[in-house]
């Protein structure tokens, strides 16, 4: 199984680094075999000495440059990091980034022979006219990506789960997944309001191969209790 932090805006370079620190030795002292990635922010991303992929959770489509505001493929180099977060729908909606935008970004970074976890999810009025509609709608964020490219692992989040609390029921992850399945041979993380109450009910589902965390991967004893679930 998969599970992956996304920390989005939280947590500092210092606070990062003993959250890594300590989850670090419970994965070595649980001796657990899950794969683990953490997405800090951009400002903590460092060289870790930890059996977990650390990964940036957005960057330019460039090597370096006039970008203002952007980090580019040097500013990850210098850590090693080959692994990116593409697509998220707070990406998409609160920071304006278009489906031509996202494919572009995963071309770049595909070419750069980057991990890429990919992210895709409707929102609740898509979610409220039926499956049908769901699927058409996920399909269309696949428009301009390569859906055979082997290092990428796909995240199906709804938008109207992430941070709310109210994760999507088994039955609306699991025909989700399923339907998604017959498009995707890559593994498939579900995403939006996973937390240890319910982590074990989603991991159990068919076509769900692990989980991208937000809010409660924040603590790292609450993260390693979902991993070990
Ligand atoms: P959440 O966020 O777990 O806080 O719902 C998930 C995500 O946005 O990746």
Redesign the pocket.
């Known amino acids: 199984m998969i599970f992956a932090a996304?920390f989005k805006t939280n947590h500092t370079r210092v606070t990062t680094r003993e959250y890594i620190e300590s989850l670090s030795s419970m994965l070595e002292n649980g001796d657990t075999d899950q794969e683990v990635f953490v997405f800090p922010p951009s400002t903590a991303l460092d060289s870790f000495d930890a059996p977990i992929v650390v990964g940036t959770q957005n960057a330019y489509t460039a090597q370096n440059g006039a970008f203002t505001g952007e980090i580019g493929l040097d500013q990850l180099d210098e850590f090693g990091i080959k692994t990116i977060l593409i697509g998220?729908s707070?990406r998409r909606e609160v920071l304006g980034e278009t489906q031509e935008i996202v494919a572009k970004k995963f071309a770049f970074f595909k070419e750069q022979g980057f991990k890429i976890i990919y992210c895709i999810g409707e929102p609740l009025e898509i979610r409220e006219q039926g499956d049908q509609a769901v699927v058409e709608y996920l399909m269309a964020q696949f428009d301009g990506i390569d859906t055979e490219y082997e290092d990428m692992i796909l995240a199906y989040?709804p938008i109207w789960?992430?941070?709310t609390g109210r994760s999507a029921t088994v039955e609306e992850i699991a025909s989700t997944h399923k339907a998604l399945r017959a498009t995707i041979s890559r593994p498939i993380l579900y995403?939006?309001?996973?937390k240890p109450a319910n982590i074990k009910e989603i991991i159990s589902i068919d076509n769900v191969d692990g989980v991208?965390?937000?809010?409660?991967s924040l603590d790292a004893t609450n993260f390693y209790s979902m991993i070990t679930s």
Do not use: Q, T
Request: no cysteine.
């Open positions: 996304n998220h707070e989040e789960a992430i941070g995403g939006g309001s996973a991208l965390v937000g809010s409660a």
